[in-house]
């Protein structure tokens, strides 16, 4: 297959096809192969500039971002927020213009604002990838998650997804649901009352109040972080009640497939969304996970950039 | 200077007046209006207006706008402010008190009026604030306000979140006769940007409930009915705002409301892009609400469309969302807005909008204006409801631009603006 993506940014997996999807998926495939080679260097970003720009913390994501570009052969650049002009008061739309005036070919940014990675867009002649932007959209852990259960299952269709947590304040949740429905998957989502998103059942998904009823015969479960700096807002009444109503443990698990495998965005808390004994247990794909988000992103950054040069 | 406008079809409620007629006009007043004024010589007039196929309506009063003078001159001052009411149709308009300093007192009120005589080319009625400082603690000194020349109080832009201040108000403010206009906001529940609903869950931009504005409207109608005391409710959004005070006004309570026409014009799906130009306090809400809203000015419930104009630079727009300023630049799109959808696309008589736009709110304010008579004012807005215009924001006489219906295609526009006597809009053009 050979296509082309139809956006120079990457901004949302609700503006992707699910051909766009796949294909990526392909792409990212072939990276594989070149992270399984002993020579991580390939020239297809020789003379690229990539940059990272991230106004909340990462440790993950941007070293996964600066490593693809690397191994793909372009500079890769961070930038410090802390101790750039943006800590003197520079507007976003500003510096993301500076930035281009340098001739930078594919800005990273990541934002505590839902569609700060848009207005960045517009702003900006060459490639955007949205790596977060507050509680909208994080397209490239969701690639990477389909890409990992893709790699399980080869066809999505069908494969019954349960996804438990603060589905409220997470991007990735809702990425996955994205991702998921457009390869055709089945969902079932479940989490405190407080941190379920109004009207989110008209995406084609199934709301649950009990993780146990979510889980039932799923095939794979994605725990999302319970994001503690979040709580504030008085969510959830404590984190030992979350973990006796949501927390999945071993007990939990025997309602699901019996193949079930688990997944998680990371950074895990340990013994809130699952049992240690999960985390680091055989039906884990965690560690996977963050190795196919190199894949995935040498995927996008070539993708992107080959694009630009038609 | 005198004219005669020959043929327009008039249409003024407060004076029962629905039909073909001819009027004069001599200095700044009607001196007369009959179904056949026939011209003797073209000389009697200075200037004679042919209104054949055009609607004639009794000068349009918004009785909800913000001027930004003082403190925000960079937004809109006076001269730009009522010039882009005048090319919008409107020949009074009521500026809101959030200025800076706030118009609390009588001396930000009467500069407000002094101002407006020497740069304004439509009349201006300043509100003055209900409490001090817009903070909702203390009562503003409500009579010096009126006998400066304020025409009615609110916190717009502010909620009065104290029930037992805004009970004061309501009470207060009764001495003076002054309207009490509360914008319903319950602050524990608007920490967001947008109406809650699927749009906010696929933008990830924080939801307000529509429970929001109902619970306080739901106040304001328990404090009326309590006190036996008239409230007015700024800008409703919602269906349930809008069955909330349709039950009240059945059983007496002494309510009146407005809405604005971006809530019957657009829905939350005009944020899916992040669109900051139709970010607005209260939210856009969903298609049932707007189809609510349209009923409510319909049968009664909704009494007036204000336009809310609340201009920002474009600094204050073209930022994160989360960040940008709430409000759309109202008065050059309100009139071809009402007419466009509540008149064409959904068949709310002339009559009815003459009554929306003219007559109640020039009530609610007492201003003695919104009615077409001889011996009145002449204050008269003529639209051509058949022509059909290109909203371009780069031709807004408003200092700023911040309009979500740039580009929209709307059929009904406003031809001749006159504000007591004086042509100001002359052909859709401003003179």
């Known amino acids: 297959m050979n296509m082309e993506l139809r956006s120079k940014d990457l901004l949302g997996i609700k503006y992707l096809s699910g051909e766009e999807i796949e294909y990526i998926l392909d792409t990212a495939d072939t990276m594989n192969l070149i992270l399984d080679s002993g020579n991580k260097k390939t020239p297809h970003l020789q003379g690229r500039s990539v940059v990272t720009l991230f106004y909340e913390n990462s440790t993950r994501t941007r070293m996964s971002f600066e490593l693809a570009g690397k191994y793909l052969g372009a500079n890769c650049s961070n930038i410090a927020v802390a101790s750039s002009s943006i800590a003197k008061g520079e507007t976003l739309i500003d510096t993301v213009k500076t930035l281009d005036m340098m001739s930078t070919d594919v800005l990273i940014i990541r934002h505590s604002m839902a569609g700060a990675p848009n207005l960045a867009a517009r702003n900006f002649s060459a490639s955007v990838i949205n790596a977060g932007d507050g509680i909208n959209e994080h397209p490239t852990q969701a690639l990477l998650d389909v890409y990992t259960l893709r790699k399980r299952f080869r066809d999505l269709k069908g494969i019954k997804i349960a996804i438990v947590g603060d589905i409220l304040h997470s991007r990735v949740a809702r990425s996955n649901i994205y991702a998921l429905k457009k390869l055709g998957a089945d969902i079932s989502i479940a989490g405190p009352a407080t941190l379920i998103p109004r009207d989110i059942e008209m995406l084609g998904i199934k709301v649950f109040n009990t993780v146990q009823e979510a889980i039932i015969d799923a095939q794979a479960i994605i725990a999302l972080r319970i994001q503690l700096e979040r709580q504030a807002g008085a969510f959830i009444p404590s984190i030992r009640e979350y973990f006796r109503f949501f927390g999945i443990d071993d007990y939990r698990l025997k309602l699901a497939d019996e193949n079930v495998l688990i997944m998680h965005p990371g950074p895990v808390n340990r013994g809130i969304e699952l049992t240690s004994d999960i985390i680091d247990g055989s039906r884990s794909l965690i560690n996977e996970q963050v190795r196919n988000g190199v894949a995935v992103r040498m995927a996008l950054l070539y993708l992107l950039t080959r694009r630009k040069m038609k | ?431």
């Open chain 2, 1 to 431: 200077m005198n004219y005669l406008i020959k043929n327009g079809y008039v249409l003024s409620p407060g004076s029962n007046l629905k039909g073909k007629y001819d009027i004069v006009i001599e200095d700044d007043r009607i001196k007369l209006i009959e179904e056949e004024i026939v011209i003797h010589s073209e000389k009697d007039y200075d200037d004679i207006i042919d209104a054949s196929g055009l609607y004639i309506f009794p000068g349009f009063v918004d009785a909800h706008c913000h001027l930004r003078t003082p403190g925000y001159e960079y937004k809109e001052d006076i001269e730009t402010g009522t010039r882009a009411a005048a090319k919008g149709g409107f020949t009074s308009i009521a500026c809101m008190p959030n200025t800076d300093p706030v118009a609390d007192n009588s001396t930000v009120i009467e500069y407000i009026i002094n101002r407006s005589r020497e740069d304004g080319c439509v009349n201006v009625f300043p509100i003055g604030a209900i409490t001090k400082g817009l903070l909702g603690k203390e009562l503003s000194e409500i009579g010096e306000l009126k006998f400066a020349g304020a025409v009615g109080i609110s916190d717009d832009g502010n909620p009065v979140e104290d029930p037992g201040i805004m009970m004061k108000a309501m009470q207060y403010a009764s001495m003076f006769d002054i309207s009490v206009i509360s914008h319903c906001e319950e602050r524990s529940l608007s920490d967001g940007c947008m109406n809650e609903g699927l749009t906010s869950t696929m933008t990830g931009l924080k939801g307000i409930p529509c429970a929001c504005e109902e619970i306080m409207v739901a106040r304001e109608l328990v404090l009326s009915q309590y006190l036996n005391l008239p409230v007015h409710i700024a800008h409703v959004s919602s269906a349930l705002s809008v069955q909330l005070i349709r039950e009240a006004k059945k059983r007496g309570v002494r309510v009146t409301c407005e809405t604005c026409p971006h809530y019957f014009a657009l829905t939350e799906e005009a944020l899916e892009d992040f669109d900051t130009n139709a970010k607005v306090n209260p939210p856009l809400k969903t298609e049932a609400d707007r189809i609510a809203i349209i009923e409510g000015l319909r049968d009664g419930t909704i009494d007036m469309i204000v336009t809310d104009h609340a201009p920002h630079h474009k600094d204050e727009k073209n930022v994160e969302f989360q960040l940008a300023a709430n409000g759309i630049d109202g008065f050059e799109t309100a009139v071809a807005l009402t007419i466009d959808i509540l008149f064409h696309q959904n068949h709310v008589p002339l009559y009815r909008i003459a009554e929306l736009m003219s007559k109640n709110p020039s009530v609610l304010l007492s201003i003695n204006k919104g009615v077409i008579e001889v011996g009145n004012t002449a204050d008269l807005t003529i639209v051509d409801t058949k022509a059909e215009k290109v909203i371009d924001v780069s031709l807004f006489e408003s200092k700023s631009k911040n309009s979500p219906f740039n580009g929209k295609k709307l059929k009904g526009t406003v031809l001749y603006t006159i504000v007591g006597g004086k042509m100001i809009v002359r052909n859709g053009i401003l003179v």
